[in-house]
């Protein structure tokens, strides 16, 4: 398959003055498909600022004759080995094959990659699709991506006040403090070392994200500690004034099925509920390797939103990251 565009379109490299338009084309897809705006502009801000993306290297935007922003894709690894493009396509523009153009132009910079990655090392390069955007489903299959993971947006509509923690002896809850935020980052690291796809990061990176993105609110991080030791962490935020995000939650091996988990995801609708939030939402992994699909049913969690990953061999070999829980 080759695909061209018409002569009406031009197609550049992103500059970082480009990151509201982008935005706008993005919101636009995901209000025709979701119905909602699911990405803020300040995460798209901290995305384009990663270290390891050069916009000038790694994305392209395509502009319509009325120099409007109507495809976009922003290409990103992990080791040269685990690639992925992440992709917008104006809803008015399906038909003119721009997302095929952008994936094609994405496969052939990562064959530019494969060579830089681990000779023993599996490439794949992957892409998530939410199930309501059908044109990038279509466009992904004709590719010959393949899908390989499915993930669940899980939320709960707390209508009373929810059900009290009953915590294991020893534990206590504390919110996050600047002087914690490092033994958070181990604890995260240790916790999500059971995740399908685990691959570790750096401080810095991880506090890129966690720390320094713009709703960033210390007393919505409950730490559950046993003496001077963390147990579990819950990493929240409130987005859009009206939506409560458990970014994080997990439970430290040692502490686990003893019934922390659900306290803390307890305790965390609770103070959810005494701001005034009474949507709350989080993603999982639907084959979550330590069942924790099953944790946020018990709780009353049901699915909101599905959306798969999408994955395509470019060489054979060991894949990166967690695969199992035996590992």
């Avoid at 958070?184 to 401080?203: L, N, V």
């Avoid at 939506?243 to 609708?269: E, K, M």
Wanted: charged content about 20%; proline content about 4%; some cysteine.
């Amino acid at each position: 398959m080759v695909s061209t565009l018409a002569d009406t379109y031009i197609v550049r490299p992103a500059v970082q003055e480009d990151v509201e338009q982008v935005f706008a084309l993005i919101s636009v897809s995901q209000l025709h498909w979701l119905g909602m705006v699911t990405m803020t502009l300040d995460e798209l801000r901290v995305l384009w600022s990663s270290p390891e993306i050069n916009l000038a290297t790694d994305s392209w935007l395509v502009f319509s004759a009325q120099k409007e922003v109507v495809g976009y894709a922003l290409m990103a690894h992990t080791r040269h080995a685990r690639l992925s493009i992440r992709c917008s396509v104006h809803p008015a523009y399906l038909e003119d094959g721009i997302d095929d153009f952008l994936l094609e132009t994405a496969e052939h910079w990562a064959q530019q990659q494969v060579p830089l990655a681990a000779p023993d090392v599996r490439v794949t390069l992957q892409a998530y699709a939410m199930h309501e955007n059908k044109a990038w489903l279509k466009a992904l299959e004709r590719h010959a991506f393949q899908p390989e993971r499915t993930f669940w947006r899980m939320g709960i509509e707390l209508e009373t006040q929810p059900t009290a923690p009953s915590w294991p002896e020893n534990i206590r809850i504390v919110t996050a403090t600047p002087d914690m935020f490092h033994a958070i980052y181990e604890a995260d690291e240790d916790i999500f070392q059971d995740h399908w796809g685990f691959i570790s990061q750096s401080y810095e990176e991880w506090s890129r994200w966690m720390v320094k993105r713009a709703d960033f609110d210390p007393s919505l991080w409950y730490i559950a500690m046993d003496g001077k030791e963390i147990a579990g962490i819950s990493l929240c935020a409130i987005e859009r004034d009206t939506d409560g995000w458990i970014h994080v939650l997990g439970i430290r091996r040692p502490w686990r099925r003893n019934g922390l988990a659900l306290s803390l995801l307890h305790y965390t609708f609770g103070e959810f509920f005494k701001r005034g939030i009474h949507q709350v939402y989080l993603s999982v992994d639907a084959q979550s390797l330590t069942g924790a699909t099953r944790l946020y049913e018990r709780a009353g969690m049901h699915i909101t939103q599905q959306s798969s990953h999408y994955m395509k061999e470019l060489r054979g070999g060991k894949a990166l990251g967690t695969q199992t829980l035996a590992e």
